[in-house]
């Protein structure tokens, strides 16, 4: 058996155990009592048939609550044209580049247009290639049971991300018309290519570590990372394309006639039509009620690329964020936005209301956590990056819904989603503001040192 089998075998050794606690576990007496506890009645008998037969979901819709939104807003941002990320986990990117898109066409008096999220796409993968690779070699003289080291062989990449990845892209790739590499099959349902790439970078890590562990040159650590990251290219290149180093635009105005048409380079396209700070005039805000607010946090791993930034962000009371938002809106600038979009979402109408769903009086039982109990729990986390693009204030200027952008293609709300004041409250977590919609005194926290979070941290 050689020397790394033996210490993961050895590490699994060193583990404790739970200590048994006696009379815990389920014995006949208290299975007695569960049985006798269950008292089913007429009603229950309905439901139980259902239940058996109906899907959940169906059975616990509020139809009191179906009637109850419309889709009229006090303050909307312009927007043209509804993307579809397909099945892939890029909403992170679509988002983003939605996000900018708007500002471009605004900017530029631009009719239509939409950015490649696929140019983009690759590179976010390579450089996520190259993270892990490198993150191996810098954790090399750590045992494989360290927990910094098992997440990152856990998670060697993923299509998922979040701004601070987005704005290390843009900024070093620069971004090209979707006409210039457009989708492929891979591209848009992404789960087998990321698959095949993650069992190469766990293979490839294992080669790493055994190299640093014979104690090879850090020249050659470096040449056969090199080696393993041109596979990686090849992996993608062959699925996604080659992307363009540089590409002919025609741009059009709103007539269809002919403006312009120039030779550009991703990022000259990007210095001429938007030409945005990412990183200086962008900060990300986050409500997460089991951390102290009016603190800077920064979560270890959690960004794109090797030399990047990791997601660094300020935690504030929900209450503060939309005031920030709502500025933003009123100043006609989308935002980049994330939250936990499962929950309570009805797709036939595109609404995200807590009172969709009445699953307590279907199962008879409560479900009692708040926001931050669910955070705790792992029941909730921000799982979808949306734009927040407008409000509804009513007569006080209190908000009472808010709509986003989505990237599910066209469906309800011509492919937007509608959420309720309260859900915004329960399942809001990232946003992406402007400094400019933020108060001064808020902008003076960012010179704090962000704590530092894990990369394993619920929040991540």
């Not at 892939?88 to 939409?114: H, K, Y």
Request: proline letters at 4%.
């Amino acid at each position: 058996m050689n020397r790394f089998l033996l210490s993961l075998f050895a590490g699994a050794l060193a583990l404790p155990l739970f200590a048994v606690t006696p009379g815990g576990g389920i014995d006949d007496a208290m299975m007695a009592r569960l049985r006798s506890s269950y008292k089913s009645t007429p009603a229950d008998k309905a439901i139980s048939n259902a239940l058996r037969s109906s899907d959940i979901e169906v059975l616990a819709v509020n139809a009191d609550n179906k009637n109850l939104i419309d889709d009229n807003f006090s303050h909307r941002v312009k927007s043209k044209g509804i993307t579809d990320q397909k099945s892939s986990g890029r909403c992170w990117l679509f988002t983003g580049l939605n996000v900018l898109r708007s500002q471009m066409m605004a900017a530029n008096d631009i009719p239509e247009l939409e950015l490649s999220q696929n140019y983009n796409f690759f590179f976010d993968q390579l450089e996520k290639a190259n993270l892990f690779l490198q993150s191996v070699i810098d954790t090399s003289n750590l045992p494989f049971a360290d927990k910094t080291v098992e997440w990152l062989f856990r998670h060697p990449l993923s299509d998922g991300g979040q701004f601070t990845g987005l704005s290390d892209n843009l900024l070093k790739y620069g971004v090209v018309p979707k006409s210039a590499m457009v989708e492929t099959f891979s591209s848009s349902k992404t789960s087998a290519l990321s698959r095949h790439i993650a069992r190469k970078l766990r293979e490839d890590g294992l080669k790493l570590r055994k190299m640093k562990a014979e104690k090879a040159s850090a020249k050659a650590v470096q040449t056969e990372k090199e080696a393993m990251l041109s596979e990686v290219y090849r992996m993608l290149a062959l699925t996604l394309g080659v992307p363009p180093t540089e590409f002919t635009w025609t741009r059009k105005d709103k007539d269809g006639k002919i403006v312009s048409s120039k030779t550009y380079t991703p990022q000259q396209f990007y210095k001429e039509f938007a030409g945005n700070n990412l990183k200086d005039d962008y900060v990300m805000l986050m409500n997460d009620p089991t951390r102290e607010y009016y603190k800077l946090y920064e979560i270890d791993l959690d960004r794109h690329t090797y030399d990047g930034e990791n997601w660094t962000y300020l935690n504030l009371p929900v209450e503060e964020i939309k005031e920030m938002a709502i500025a933003s809106i009123k100043d006609n600038n989308m935002m980049y936005f994330s939250c936990d979009v499962g929950k309570f979402l009805d797709r036939s109408r595109g609404i995200l209301d807590p009172a969709n769903f009445d699953y307590e009086s279907l199962f008879g039982v409560s479900f009692g956590m708040d926001k931050a109990d669910r955070i705790r729990t792992f029941d909730s986390a921000s799982s979808h990056a949306m734009t927040l693009m407008a409000v509804d204030l009513d007569a006080d200027g209190k908000p009472t819904k808010w709509m986003v952008e989505n990237s599910w293609g066209p469906g309800a709300n011509d492919g937007h989603l509608i959420m309720t004041d309260r859900w915004f409250d329960e399942y809001m977590f990232r946003l992406v503001v402007n400094k400019k919609y933020v108060p001064a005194k808020l902008l003076d926290l960012l010179r704090q040192k962000p704590l530092p979070l894990p990369a394993w941290d619920p929040m991540y």
